[in-house]
């Protein structure tokens, strides 16, 4: 199947400190999802990018579709020590004719972040 | 309150004995989906459906079964559970339209014995 590859695997960090990730896929993504785990919980959706070149931003949080459609990265500035949690890519792939593939996400490893204050 | 209900959240099992997880959302979604985290793995989909009677298979199917015969509840069977399917496990719904709505619920953290 469809495999991303998010890096970096862990960050540690100061508070204050920009925080970069970013995902590579093998194959290209019709969407871009960023989501943020916190301990014991299930992931929430930060940012959905929809278009290839698309630059997204949510307070502090800004996201980008690759332009070859194979690639995404978010940027966390100013981190605080809220933003500790694990942060992971998902891609979504070009539709098929019925709209199937809607349902199907593929989600990169995770990276860890920690934020010291 | 828009939720994902999962139950149990903690279930400790032995080797095949069967076992159902339940899920269930209140927002009236059409997409419903599986997921297992593993350390260094990530979320894997196991299964998602896209309305009553219709599902497919995620990346990590076997050894799982699935139904959809009501839009709010997806549950997820093991018919014979075994070590390697000692995992945390996510339900998760999410909407047709846009902007992207994806909601997970709480987790259920399955050990098999």
């Known amino acids: 199947g469809q495999q991303l590859n998010q890096s970096p695997q862990s960050m540690f960090i100061q508070e204050g400190e920009d925080v970069s990730m970013n995902c590579t896929s093998s194959s290209i993504f019709n969407t871009w999802l960023w989501y943020k785990q916190d301990p014991g919980e299930g992931p929430v959706l930060l940012i959905a990018?929809?278009?290839?070149?698309e630059l997204t931003s949510n307070g502090r949080l800004t996201a980008q579709f690759g332009i070859t459609r194979k690639d995404s990265f978010l940027n966390i500035s100013a981190s605080i020590p809220s933003d500790v949690g694990i942060y992971f890519c998902?891609?979504?792939?070009?539709?098929?004719?019925?709209?199937?593939?809607?349902?199907?996400?593929?989600f990169g490893q995770g990276t860890i972040l920690t934020v010291h204050p | 309150e828009a939720q994902v209900t999962q139950n149990p959240r903690y279930l400790i099992t032995v080797t095949g004995k069967k076992l159902t997880v339940t899920c269930s959302q209140n927002m009236n979604h059409e997409y419903m989906s599986w997921y297992r985290q593993d350390p260094g793995l990530g979320l894997r989909q196991i299964y998602y459906s896209m309305n009553v009677e219709v599902t497919d298979k995620g990346d990590v199917p076997e050894g799982y079964k699935v139904s959809r015969k009501e839009k709010r509840n997806f549950p997820l069977i093991l018919e014979s559970p075994s070590p390697n399917q000692t995992s945390l496990y996510f339900c998760?719904?999410?909407?047709?339209?846009?902007?992207?709505?994806?909601?997970f619920g709480p987790g259920t953290r399955l050990t098999v014995l």
């Open positions: 998902a891609g979504q792939p070009i539709f098929n004719a019925g709209g199937t593939s809607y349902g199907k996400l593929t």
């Open positions: 990018l929809y278009k290839a070149g």
């Open positions: 998760a719904s999410r909407g047709s339209r846009l902007p992207d709505t994806q909601y």
